[in-house]
């Protein structure tokens, strides 16, 4: 089984910045595509951001350019740079992640439990 934890959720003013933090643990023989995806009360969950195990990023028109995913694949984490928020950029964000796992060798999708990010005006 693979578990994903999220950290760095909180309350911030429209205009500050926040980082989400994402790390993997479990039976990982390798991760594929890790991302960012985010739920607001009374909507679907949307990507935000996604980045492949090599090649190059995605992100939603809504936060290019605010926005910065990233990952460090030693330590099998992904990162969310979150800069000039707005009040609506708030929602729970979620990590997702696509993992070849041991021993079967099979790419799983698995997600974590969720973050809260809270942008007031």
């Known amino acids: 089984q693979v578990q994903l934890v999220e950290s760095g959720g909180g309350l911030v003013q429209a205009g500050g910045s926040l980082r989400l933090s994402c790390a993997a643990s479990?039976?990982?023989?390798?991760?594929?595509?890790m991302g960012w995806y985010r739920q607001a009360p009374g909507k679907q969950r949307e990507l935000v951001a996604v980045?492949?195990?090599?090649?190059?990023?995605n992100y939603a028109d809504s936060v290019k350019g605010r926005f910065t995913i990233s990952r460090d694949n030693a330590k099998n984490m992904v990162y969310l740079q979150m800069n000039s928020l707005k009040p609506e950029d708030t929602a729970v964000y979620y990590c997702n992640a696509r993992v070849v796992v041991l021993p079967s060798l099979y790419e799983n999708n698995y997600w974590g439990s969720g973050t809260q990010v809270t942008v007031s005006s």
């Open positions: 479990g039976s990982i023989f390798r991760i594929n595509a």
């Open positions: 980045i492949p195990s090599g090649g190059n990023t």
